[in-house]
């Protein structure tokens, strides 16, 4: 198995672009790194007009604040789609996924919420995690609001994101609530652990190396007990027990596909019903270039359609 011929051209293309004297990003500073990532957003261009876009105020855990953007794409959505972004909690930000919701939104229908988590180092763990269970508590406080009637909700997202859609879908099972219909976890991180093969396979270190894993977690999670708490490493979780439906995807060439093929057999095995794919000849991040790698609007479509199978199982009681 090999990288597809469109992310091959895509890489040629980057590396000629950043010249021979360009310096990986895990050797920047956060700053640096945050402005690197967002030199890319130009290329996904704008996603499709929304019935309405509304951006709100958040307050986290410890009176900071953080933005969140619900994309709303029909009168009446037929669910709410809470969506993580990634960035290895370090960088990235909802302007540079917002082309990614707009598109999650009219493919499945569902009003999307993309949530501005705050960064490391500046937040370290467990700031981004308290924040996106303030996003998911407000979105499902909101339901009606947003989308007019008690639609399905569900929570997704990629790598770090994905990381934190696992541990929201714990805490909702742990906090009692809010129910989920589902859980869409794009390569996530589950578990700090770099001694997996997929690490240090060689071609898997595109985008994300091993190298650039260790920069995020060391400003995510620096100490050993942060990286071991579930909430941070999800495999390390007692149960997977009365999760809800997941969908997982990994790469077939990332660093992430071993931790993230592992917990979807633990999910597997502790009873949750699980859809799983490796995707071939794919990259970590190939989901979110979206109108950049064919593969992500590949699935996207697998995401809408696991939304539609999902919102048409009868609900479950709150």
């Known amino acids: 198995m090999a990288l597809d011929e469109a992310t091959i051209q895509f890489l040629a293309a980057a590396a000629e672009a950043a010249g021979p004297d360009a310096k990986p990003m895990w050797e920047m500073e956060p700053a640096q790194a945050r402005a690197t990532s967002a030199a890319m957003n130009e290329m996904f261009g704008k996603g499709p007009d929304m019935h309405r876009t509304e951006d709100h105020t958040l307050t986290g855990y410890d009176g900071g604040t953080f933005a969140v953007r619900v994309h709303v794409p029909t009168k009446r959505p037929a669910g709410l789609f809470l969506y993580l972004h990634g960035g290895g909690w370090v960088v990235g930000d909802i302007d540079g996924y917002d082309t990614l919701g707009r598109q999650l939104a009219e493919k499945t229908g569902n009003a999307v919420v993309l949530v501005n988590y705050r960064k490391a180092p500046e937040k370290r763990f467990p700031a981004a995690v308290e924040d996106s269970w303030t996003a998911l508590q407000w979105a499902a406080a909101h339901l009606e609001d947003i989308a007019g009637s008690r639609v399905p909700l569900f929570v997704g997202g990629d790598s770090a994101g994905g990381n934190l859609s696992a541990v929201m879908a714990l805490r909702a099972r742990d906090e009692g609530g809010p129910q989920l219909a589902g859980q869409m976890l794009i390569y996530p991180v589950t578990d700090a652990d770099f001694s997996r093969l997929s690490y240090d396979e060689p071609e898997n270190q595109t985008l994300l190396t091993k190298e650039f894993m260790i920069w995020f977690w060391d400003h995510y999670a620096p100490t050993p007990e942060d990286r071991a708490h579930p909430h941070a490493s999800p495999l390390r979780a007692d149960s997977l027990e009365n999760l809800p439906p997941a969908l997982v995807v990994t790469a077939a060439h990332d660093v992430l596909r071993d931790e993230g093929e592992a917990y979807a057999q633990?999910?597997?095995?502790?009873?949750?019903?699980?859809?799983?794919?490796?995707?071939?000849?794919?990259?970590?991040?190939?989901?979110?270039?979206?109108?950049?790698?064919?593969?992500?609007?590949?699935?996207?479509?697998?995401?809408?359609?696991?939304?539609?199978?999902?919102?048409?199982?009868?609900?479950?009681?709150?």
């Open 266 to 318: 633990r999910l597997q095995e502790a009873g949750v019903d699980v859809e799983f794919h490796r995707w071939p000849g794919q990259m970590h991040g190939f989901f979110s270039m979206v109108n950049v790698l064919p593969a992500s609007a590949e699935v996207m479509d697998l995401v809408a359609r696991r939304v539609r199978d999902l919102s048409a199982e009868p609900a479950l009681e709150a």
